[in-house]
């Protein structure tokens, strides 16, 4: 769930009643939806992550996720500070009962309705209200009384405007590994986890079930490091190698022979591993490229964004583009995705012989009509922005079945894929599983920067595109 939430408040006109104002009888409603944002904006406020609200919970009687009591409770508040009495009211006292329980999706009504209005043997004036909050179906979800100090004057005044707020989840990447939850984990040779980063995360793989490690490194070094790091690895077999170059080799070796269905970077360069992955005489090469494709989940994007290529290929020419565009299409269909879009980036959306990238997107969308790239809706050349935003692209006059809702983004270059996928981590709280496409097995490039999620995200991918291979299942 990844939601940019507008601000609220600004155009609403606010009027207070004063005490004289108020009489017995008087009433103020406010409905909300419950939804999952609202679930996980008032968890992270209140810290309540009791897991009844987002599963339901092992304990929980409940078989489907309840809304947090207050968050029903808070809506009685806002009624008082903006309805009845309105602003200026302050809260002296507030009874609850929670008679039912308000479900995910449930639409709920609060109601106050003043009771009573007296002044104390000090002469402050208070009012009394009744509260009660049903939901859709007339079922009472609470009831109680509120005691506030009314305001002093009578005011009408505009609502404060608020911040928007940009809630960060990256369930995008979780449901990766939710698809590979009925397929057996994978034989992965983790290559060097010589690091507590890369050795944490292949345990951490093994423990969710998405592979079966092997441990390709030196011996002695990987059992000192696993009993510094409290970590059990008597389960995993080990490979012994001499260095980080030997470690590689030998992990390509296994995959080679078929004793592993994919290989995994741990505390090793990219290029030591990916030279031993390219050798021409025992490597892992195929008919195919080899490129490489990032899984972005970005807050303010309502799908996965494929990426590439930002590590593999440095200046690729029209033809490899076609052929790295191709092997991305096929990781679009294991995700699900049946016809992916796909945007070929450039700094213009026109062709400009001056700027090679352009005439390259010309090529490729040509390419794509006469079929040498199939299954995708490719358009190109698209500025960044025009690919992104539908609007922007209206506003150019750009008529595009891609242009605001791509699947994919075929980079220029690596600089410019790498300083995008960067980008996006960094400045728009984006996260990212990678893979490395085209090898006879998939290839995992994990950066010590990876979080968990990404690291088992890059897992996932592995499983579902080798069980792909072996026919086990499809997109």
């Not at 939806?33 to 968890?43: G, K, Q």
């Not at 195929?286 to 490489?292: A, D, G, K, L, N």
């Not at 400009?352 to 969308?365: E, F, G, H, R, W």
């Not at 809702?405 to 990212?432: C, R, T």
Request: charged share 15%.
């Amino acid at each position: 769930m990844n939601a940019l939430l507008p601000s609220a408040g600004t155009n609403v006109e606010l009027t207070s009643l004063t005490f004289d104002e108020l009489e017995p009888g008087q009433t103020a409603s406010i409905s909300r939806d419950l939804t999952s944002t609202d679930i996980n904006l008032f968890a992270t406020i209140s810290g309540n992550v009791d897991p009844l609200h987002f599963s339901g919970g092992v304990a929980s009687r409940f078989r489907q996720p309840v809304g947090h009591g207050m968050w029903v409770g808070s809506l009685f508040s806002g009624l008082l500070g903006t309805k009845l009495p309105g602003p200026g009211t302050i809260y002296l006292e507030q009874n609850l009962k929670f008679v039912a329980p308000v479900h995910l999706g449930d639409t709920v009504t609060a109601t106050v309705r003043i009771a009573d209005k007296h002044r104390d043997a000090n002469g402050h004036e208070q009012v009394t209200l009744h509260c009660i909050c049903v939901n859709q179906n007339g079922d009472t979800l609470i009831t109680g009384t509120a005691v506030v100090i009314p305001p002093s004057r009578h005011i009408s005044q505009a609502g404060v405007g608020l911040p928007d707020l940009q809630l960060v989840a990256h369930d995008q990447l979780d449901q990766l590994t939710a698809k590979c939850a009925d397929l057996p984990p994978l034989p992965t040779a983790i290559v060097y986890p010589c690091d507590e980063t890369s050795l944490r995360g292949a345990c951490s793989g093994a423990q969710m079930g998405l592979i079966l490690p092997v441990l390709v490194g030196p011996q002695e070094q990987l059992r000192a490091l696993a009993q510094k790091l409290s970590l059990d690895i008597s389960a995993y077999r080990i490979v012994d190698a001499e260095d980080a170059v030997d470690a590689a080799s030998k992990g390509v070796d296994l995959a080679k022979t078929g004793e592993v269905g994919a290989v995994m970077k741990g505390g090793l360069h990219t290029d030591e591993l990916m030279s031993a992955v390219v050798r021409r005489d025992k490597g892992l090469r195929t008919s195919q490229r080899i490129s490489h494709v990032f899984v972005m989940s970005v807050p303010t994007y309502p799908k996965p964004l494929l990426i590439t290529d930002a590590v593999v290929n440095i200046a690729p020419n029209a033809d490899d583009k076609a052929h790295i565009i191709q092997n991305a299409v096929g990781l679009a269909n294991v995700l699900g995705v049946e016809t992916p879009r796909v945007a070929i980036l450039s700094a213009v959306e026109t062709v400009n012989p001056k700027i090679q990238s352009t005439v390259d997107a010309a090529s490729l969308c040509k390419m794509a009509d006469r079929g040498q790239i199939r299954g995708a809706i490719v358009d190109g050349p698209l500025a960044f922005d025009n690919a992104i935003s539908a609007e922007a692209a209206r506003t150019k006059g750009i008529r595009s079945e891609v242009a605001g809702q791509p699947d994919i983004l075929l980079a220029p270059d690596i600089a410019s894929g790498n300083m995008l996928v960067k980008q996006l981590s960094f400045l728009a709280h984006a996260d990212a599983a990678g893979i490395v496409l085209g090898a006879s097995v998939p290839v995992m490039l994990t950066s010590r920067a990876d979080s968990l999620p990404s690291r088992l995200a890059s897992c996932a991918l592995a499983v579902l595109l080798a069980n792909r291979n072996s026919g086990s299942t499809s997109a």
